[in-house]
């Protein structure tokens, strides 16, 4: 689960926002209707919604699937779900401290880029290298050596 937590976050880094924005909204439903029509399965909804940001149990993400009727989320019912759930920077910073310390054996509150970018490549919702570099740089982090991760957690969770 902590691979998956650090995947959904470095593909949205955006988190710092009460509320989604439209657009962000919009974009990860996008990529998630992968046929086009419109439409997501009913089953991504949770991956969905946690793309974006939003700290949700599994609880959570049940109530939120009995609203939906059939096996497939269109955009405007996507939308409202979302707006449910306020993304919670707090939370999101304390959980994504806690994947890291996960991979932190040597409790040195540093973690390898390489080895952060083998996780994110390999494990949970995968993402590529390249994107994993081009997410470095937008958040201005090094893409070689170690840093501090609550340096990468205040990048991904702060304005």
Not at 44 to 53: F, I, K, N, V
Not at 95 to 117: C, I, R, Y
Not at 123 to 151: H, N, W
């Amino acid at each position: 689960q902590a691979c998956l937590l650090l995947s959904h976050l470095l593909h949205f880094p955006a988190l710092a926002m009460a509320m989604v924005p439209e657009a962000e909204c919009k974009e990860c439903f996008d990529l998630f209707d992968r046929d086009g029509d419109g439409k997501i399965g009913a089953d991504e909804l949770g991956d969905c919604l946690r793309s974006l940001g939003l700290l949700l149990t599994q609880k959570e993400v049940g109530d939120l699937r009995k609203e939906v009727v059939g096996d497939k989320v269109g955009w405007d019912q996507f939308k409202g779900l979302a707006s449910k759930k306020p993304r919670q920077p707090e939370k999101t910073a304390q959980a994504l401290n806690q994947a890291f310390q996960v991979f932190d054996k040597g409790g040195t509150g540093t973690v390898d880029m390489a080895e952060l970018q083998h996780i994110v490549t390999s494990m949970g919702e995968k993402i590529t290298a390249q994107e994993f570099a081009d997410i470095c740089k937008a958040a201005s982090l090094p893409s070689v050596g170690r840093v501090e991760y609550k340096q990468v957690v205040d990048k991904v969770t702060k304005p």
